[in-house]
């Protein structure tokens, strides 16, 4: 395909649209109403969780769909060490997409988390995602990257993603932030 | 970061980008697509400016099976005339499931330096599949402006899509 001069419409604007960001502390994190007017979503997050037992993982769905077993993941991870690989199948939601530290980590220790969400309001075809994850805690650490696969063609309209022991415990992030970006193809 | 052009395949073949303006500082590919091949992956591939000169492309791959790790490289022996660019499903899975990734192609107008391409990518399939990332090569120093993407066992299914981007560096940063 020939590729058009920039003053083109389309390609006059920029790709990478925000959405919505959300800056939390202890309530939960989620996008309602996701217009469907982009090819790709991106979402990016930095923050720790609220739980106090541990290191805790990031959980994540779509169109509040936790019930259907319509998850899976295959996740590559490196800890400094050692690698391993590791999946997940038939899943209600995706439980962990990666560590997030927690209130016995170092003081202000947070993880990153880049989820590209591809597709996302398609209805032809089921939703791939890619989140690539990192967090480094002076000496310890962990870096993966996780495709997940959400088994609906419904188009994204909603997002929820969490600290996944937090959400079963009082407090959900210590902070964080959430962003969320439009991903705009040539013709939109 | 401009989207420059975007191909969703209405029949099985490859996709090409051409006449790519040289006035960006990198580019990018984001693609969501399946071949036609009679197993159950495939990968896919980019090469650059018609060249089908084998030995020019070159592929570091560390990927990941859900069980086990592998890094390889391709390309050296025997030798590729395109670059192994990411995982992707084929038509033998359900009809719903694509692959993704996002290939990036750094200082691709240069004329003095061969070209570095990084990307990630996977597909699972709910109890099988593949992910990676992947450093590549172009041992030629051309600039770049015409891409060809397809399957490497097979062409791209139907549904099949890309969308090529244009990444501007900063006067401020030089990021």
């Known amino acids: ?188 | 970061m401009f989207p420059l052009a975007t191909v969703t395949l209405t029949s099985n073949g490859g996709i090409s980008f051409s006449n790519i303006p040289q006035t960006f500082t990198h580019l990018q590919i984001r693609y969501s697509a399946k071949t036609v091949h009679v197993g159950s992956f495939d990968e896919v591939y980019i090469r650059f400016n018609s060249d089908f000169t084998a030995g020019n492309y070159v592929s570091h791959i560390l990927q990941a099976s859900g069980s086990t790790i592998a890094s390889t490289v391709q390309g050296i022996s025997p030798t590729l005339n395109y670059m192994l660019n990411g995982d992707c499903p084929t038509t033998v899975q359900n009809a719903a499931l694509f692959g993704a990734g996002v290939i990036d192609i750094f200082n691709y107008s240069s004329s003095t330096r061969t070209k570095t391409v990084r990307s990630y990518s996977g597909v699972d399939a709910n109890g099988s599949g593949f992910e990676s990332i992947r450093t590549n090569l172009w041992t030629q120093t051309a600039a770049i402006t015409e891409i060809q993407f397809s399957g490497v066992q097979q062409f791209m299914a139907t549904g099949s899509t890309a969308t090529l981007y244009g990444l501007y560096a900063s006067n401020a940063t030089g990021a």
């Open chain 1, 1 to 188: 395909m020939p590729i058009l001069p920039l003053s083109g419409a389309a390609s006059s604007k920029g790709a990478l649209v925000p959405i919505s960001r959300v800056k939390v502390l202890t309530s939960s994190s989620y996008f309602t109403n996701i217009p469907q007017i982009y090819r790709d979503l991106r979402v990016i997050v930095n923050g720790a969780s609220g739980q106090t037992n541990g290191m805790d993982t990031l959980a994540m769905w779509f169109n509040e769909d936790y019930v259907n077993t319509n998850w899976s993941q295959t996740n590559m991870i490196g800890n400094g060490s050692s690698n391993s690989s590791t999946r997940v199948s038939n899943a209600a939601f995706l439980s962990n997409l990666g560590p997030v530290p927690s209130a016995i980590t170092p003081p202000n220790t947070t993880g990153t988390y880049i989820i590209d969400v591809f597709n996302y309001s398609s209805t032809d075809r089921w939703k791939t995602f890619i989140v690539r994850s990192a967090n480094d805690l002076n000496g310890w650490g962990t870096v993966q990257m996780t495709t997940g696969l959400w088994r609906s063609t419904a188009g994204i309209n909603r997002l929820n993603v969490y600290p996944f022991n937090g959400l079963n415990g009082t407090q959900l992030w210590s902070s964080a932030t959430v962003s969320l970006y439009g991903v705009r193809a040539a013709n939109q």
